[in-house]
C-alpha cells in the first residue's frame, strides 16, 4: 500500500539527518559554555523530536493500526515536552542576551546569582516540560493516544479552557514574554550604547559580536515560528469546542478517564481530511517546523571551524570502523628542512676589523647534516668563524693578521641563522 503522503520518505529523511545535526552542534566548545545553556536545551528536545517524529512517519506511512502501546506512550509525552520546552528554551536564550549587553560581562557577579540564574533556566528547560507532560497532561488527556495515518501517534487533549491553560498556553505564553520583556530591552540597548556594546563583544573571549548575533538569530526565528503556530492551534481548539458544544472549563475526571473505557483510537487519513484540508495543513506545517529550526541551528554553529574539525574527526572515527583509511590533510609527521642558502649580506652592516667594511660573503647550510651541538663552518672572509646554535663567533684577530692592531682581542657577535 503506497504513503498517504505523496513527498514520502522526504520527511523521515529529513528528520533524521536533522537529529543527526543535533547531534553535532553540542560537541563544541561555544555550546556547552555555561552561560549557553538555552541553545544546548534547544537542540536536546529537538532531537528527540525530529527523531520521534521522523520513525513515527516510517511506521504508520500507508496506515493506521494501533500497536506498540509503550512506544506510542513514551513519544507523545516526548512530543509533548518538545513543544513546550522549545519557546521555553527561546526564553533563555533571550533572557540571557539581554542579561549579557545589560550587565556587560558573561558571567554572573557573584556566586550565589549564578546558582540562582542556574536553577531558573534548568526549570524552564527541563522541569516544567516533565511537568506539563507527565501530570499536568494526564489530567486534560482525552484518550491514551491517538494514531493517525501518515503521522502515526500523537497526544490527546479534551476541548476545555483548562486544557488550553495548562498544555496550549505553553506555546503562546513564553514567546511573547521574549517579544514584549526581553526583546525590545536587547533593542533599546544596542541602540542607545551601540559603542559600548560593540567595543565588548568585541574584546570578549567567551562571546563575540558573530557568535551573539546568531543566537539571536536563532531566538527570533524560533519566536517567529512557535508563537503563530501556538495562537492557530488555540484558536482551532475553540472554534472546534464551540461548534460542537460549548466550551466548558474542565468536563470532569471521569468524561476524560471512563473506567473501563479508556484506551488508544485511530483515524485514517480520509477522517482526517474530512475534518478539513485546514488541519492537515496545519499539521504538516507544525510537523515541518522541527526539521527547519534544526537546519537553521546547524546552518548558524554547524559550519565553525571547531565544526568543521569535529565533523572531520568523526568521519574519520567511523571509517575507521570499517576500515577504510581516509586520506587527510593533516600529517603527523614534520617534513625535512633542505638545504638554506643566504645570499649576498647587504653592505654597512657587518664591519671588518681591518677597513670598516666586510667583502661579499655567503653561508650555505645543510639541514640533513647539520649538527647543532658541533658542527663549524667557514665563513669566506678571511677569518675563523664557528658557528654553534645559531650564534657566530669571531676569533681572534691578532696584529699578525690584520697588521694595524697592536694587541690581540675577543670579540662575539651574534647572528641569527634562521
Not at 511537568?131 to 488527556?141: F, I, K, N
Not at 539571536?216 to 495562537?231: E, F, H, K, Y
Not at 603527523?332 to 653592505?347: D, N
Request: charged share 15%; glycine share 6%.
Amino acid at each position: 500500500m503506497a504513503a498517504v503522503d505523496p513527498s514520502y520518505p522526504l520527511y523521515p529523511i529529513a528528520g533524521i539527518l536533522a537529529a543527526a545535526m543535533l547531534l553535532l552542534v553540542p560537541l563544541t566548545s561555544f555550546i556547552r559554555q555555561s552561560w549557553n545553556l538555552g541553545v544546548a536545551f534547544l537542540c536536546f528536545w529537538l532531537f528527540l523530536e525530529n527523531l520521534s517524529l521522523a520513525i513515527n512517519t516510517i511506521i504508520w506511512s500507508d496506515n493506521f493500526t494501533v500497536r506498540l502501546y509503550v512506544y506510542c506512550d513514551i513519544v507523545t509525552r516526548l512530543q509533548l515536552m518538545a513543544s513546550v520546552a522549545k519557546p521555553l528554551a527561546t526564553l533563555i536564550i533571550t533572557r540571557r542576551l539581554y542579561l549579557i549587553v545589560s550587565q556587560r560581562s558573561v558571567e554572573l557577579p557573584n556566586n550565589k546569582a549564578k546558582r540562582w540564574n542556574l536553577m531558573i533556566e534548568w526549570v524552564l528547560g527541563v522541569i516544567i516540560p516533565v511537568l506539563v507532560g507527565g501530570p499536568l497532561y494526564y489530567v486534560v488527556q482525552l484518550e491514551r493516544f491517538e494514531v493517525a495515518e501518515g503521522f502515526g501517534c500523537r497526544n490527546s487533549l479534551d476541548d476545555s479552557i483548562l486544557a488550553i491553560l495548562l498544555i496550549s498556553s505553553w506555546t503562546v505564553v513564553p514567546p511573547m514574554l521574549s517579544l514584549i520583556i526581553y526583546y525590545p530591552r536587547v533593542v533599546r540597548i544596542f541602540y542607545q550604547r551601540n559603542q559600548d556594546v560593540n567595543r565588548f563583544l568585541e574584546s570578549n573571549d567567551s562571546v563575540s559580536r558573530t557568535n551573539y548575533i546568531r543566537i539571536l538569530v536563532l531566538a527570533s526565528i524560533d519566536v517567529l515560528l512557535t508563537l503563530p503556530i501556538g495562537i492557530v492551534n488555540i484558536v482551532l481548539i475553540v472554534t472546534d469546542a464551540l461548534s460542537q458544544h460549548a466550551l466548558q472549563f474542565y468536563p470532569g475526571w471521569l468524561y476524560d478517564h471512563p473506567p473501563g473505557n479508556w484506551g488508544p483510537q485511530s483515524y485514517s487519513y480520509a477522517d482526517l481530511t474530512s475534518i478539513g484540508i485546514s488541519v492537515v495543513a496545519q499539521q504538516y506545517f507544525v510537523q515541518w517546523t522541527s526539521p527547519v529550526l534544526a537546519f537553521v541551528i546547524f546552518g548558524l554553529f554547524g559550519f565553525t571551524a571547531e565544526a568543521r574539525a569535529l565533523a572531520q574527526r568523526a568521519m574519520i572515527t567511523v571509517c575507521g570502523w570499517f576500515g577504510w583509511k581516509p586520506t587527510t590533510s593533516v600529517q603527523g609527521t614534520r617534513s625535512t628542512l633542505g638545504t638554506i642558502e643566504f645570499g649576498e649580506r647587504p653592505q654597512g652592516i657587518s664591519f671588518d676589523v681591518e677597513s670598516g667594511s666586510r667583502p661579499q660573503s655567503f653561508i650555505d647550510l645543510s639541514a640533513q647534516s647539520a649538527e647543532r651541538d658541533g658542527t663549524t663552518h667557514k665563513i669566506e672572509s678571511g677569518s675563523d668563524s664557528d658557528v654553534t646554535q645559531g650564534e657566530f663567533h669571531i676569533k681572534d684577530y691578532t696584529a699578525k693578521d690584520a697588521g694595524h692592531c697592536e694587541s690581540s682581542s675577543k670579540k662575539s657577535v651574534d647572528a641569527s641563522v634562521l
